[in-house]
């Protein structure tokens, strides 16, 4: 059981009455990123979290206001003792980061947050709950095996055909080329999966196994015992949990959204709300979560209602700066009013919605050795005739009503700091442009295939879909 820590408790407790200011000056204080609100003593009143005090300042509650007015009154708590396997469980199970430890008179005993599992602790937990979300039998359709990995969130599934005896690793990448190379979808996933990956015999530690990974440049470590059975599967992210991704990001929020008219007329179409906020705030979100913090938005169309609604960007977890085209400069002009980036870049046009993996897309592209990524989208067009072939008069073939696959341009790009030096200045130059020019000067450029949620939010009916697609949850 994790020890009780009274100092902390101390630092943590706030009254009711106390105000929204005074909170966030404790809570800057303390360092926890969440206050417990505590009325007679102990009594647990509620929580207080910096997500809570973040979407106070944005509704433009007044500072003035009880910090109750804000406050979670029906937190996820506990009032029996729990080992760190147990605690991370229900951390996890709530996307939660605090759990007060409450006794039979519902006072705060304990307030457990999730750095106080050990590293070491935290491995073994992560490694032993998510073991049978990641194995999957070698004959299942790698379709099957996409909605799988979709679930399980690991960025690869452990293939055992007879219990847990691995037998091989199937990684998003491997998914992603095989995607690429138009291999069927109901083939059997051992048919693209690596069948000799790299795996270390237990027990290891977080620190050797760390290194293990960044020899061998892998993001997953299978970890078996002496008969070659998978005991856990070991991720980079588990052991090193808050690295930066070494990306920096550009959003293309500039555009009239003509389209979308009237809707557009008086707000800039990426803050058009989508759910209960605004698209550009979910695609920041979506950047903040794979770890880039530092974004710029090149902005035209009604530019200071984008800048009144976010600011520098601290509310929103990221570093904002702006770049207004006096002209419109097409998807790609806009990148010579930054100054040069010194690392990779995202490149991501404002009405796009999407749950891609910025992640995955940064080691993809690192591995290419690409100046520029393109994320593509498979597109399949169903003609709704018969196809007949001819050959002069004659009729050589007849298909009846075929289906057509294409992949089409997402929107999203990742470059190198030297893809930039191609964009002309001061003129309209889309991405399209760049890319028909680094092709020519026989410069690698690759494809990225999304298999997660996209839509490009650019009509009527896409706006209607995406509203849909949130309310359902899909994204």
């Given amino acids: 059981m994790l020890a009780r820590n009274f100092e902390r408790l101390n630092r943590v407790v706030i009254a009711p009455s106390a105000t929204i200011a005074e909170a966030i000056a404790q809570l800057d204080k303390a360092g926890t990123r969440a206050l417990i609100v505590c009325s007679g003593g102990r009594k647990l009143f509620g929580l207080l979290t910096d997500g809570d005090i ?3 300042l944005l509704q433009v509650k007044d500072l003035s206001a009880s910090c109750s007015s804000v406050a979670n009154r029906e937190p996820i708590v506990t009032n029996v003792p729990l080992l760190p396997v147990e605690v991370l469980r229900i951390l996890n199970q709530h996307d939660i980061d605090h759990l007060p430890v409450l006794n039979a008179k519902g006072e705060v005993i304990d307030f457990l947050i999730r750095s106080d599992i050990g590293v070491e602790e935290e491995l073994a937990a992560r490694s032993l709950q998510r073991l049978d979300s990641v194995i999957i039998q070698p004959s299942v359709s790698i379709a099957e095996a996409m909605a799988q990995l979709d679930k399980a969130g690991t960025g690869a599934l452990v293939l055992c055909a007879t219990g847990t005896k691995i037998d091989g690793l199937l990684t998003d990448g491997d998914i992603r080329r095989a995607v690429l190379r138009g291999i069927a979808l109901d083939s059997p996933c051992e048919h693209i999966a690596n069948s000799s990956p790299a795996t270390v015999q237990a027990p290891i530690s977080a620190t050797v196994a760390l290194q293990f990974m960044n020899q061998r440049d892998i993001h997953q470590l299978p970890v078996v ?9 070991i ?21 009239y959204g ?16 989508v759910g209960d906020r605004p698209l550009l705030e979910r695609t920041i979100e979506q950047l903040r979560q794979s770890g880039i913090r530092d974004i710029s938005l090149i902005t035209h169309y009604l ?9 520098d960007g601290r509310l929103f977890g990221v570093r904002l700066s702006y770049l207004q085209e006096d002209n419109p400069l097409g998807t790609a002009g806009g990148l010579k009013l930054m100054k040069k980036p010194d690392r990779p870049f995202v490149v991501i046009n404002g009405d796009i919605l999407t749950g891609l993996s910025f992640e995955a897309m940064h080691d993809y592209h690192r591995k290419s050795g690409a100046v520029i990524t393109v994320g593509v989208r498979k597109y399949e067009m169903k003609v709704p005739y018969g196809i007949v072939e001819c050959s002069e008069v004659g009729i050589t073939a007849l298909k009846e009503k075929p289906s057509f696959t294409f992949f089409v341009n997402a929107g999203i790009y990742l470059l190198e700091p030297s893809a930039r030096d191609y964009v002309s200045a001061g003129q309209c130059f889309n991405m399209t442009d760049l890319i028909q020019k680094l092709l020519e000067l026989k410069m690698p450029v690759a494809s990225f295939p999304i ?7 650019g009509q009527h009916e896409d706006y209607r879909r995406a509203q849909e697609d949130v309310r359902s949850g899909k994204i």
Avoid: C
């Fill in 54 to 56: 973040r979407r106070a």
């Fill in 225 to 233: 015992d002496p008969d070659g059975n998978v005991v856990e599967l």
């Fill in 235 to 255: 991720l980079r992210k588990d052991i090193v949990a808050e690295v930066a991704s070494g990306l920096s990001a550009v959003i293309m929020a500039g555009g």
């Fill in 258 to 273: 003509k389209r979308l008219l009237p809707l557009t007329e008086h707000v800039p179409k990426p803050m058009l709300p």
């Fill in 303 to 311: 530019a200071e209602s984008i800048e009144q609604h976010f600011g």
């Fill in 451 to 457: 298999m997660e949620y996209w839509l490009d939010v």
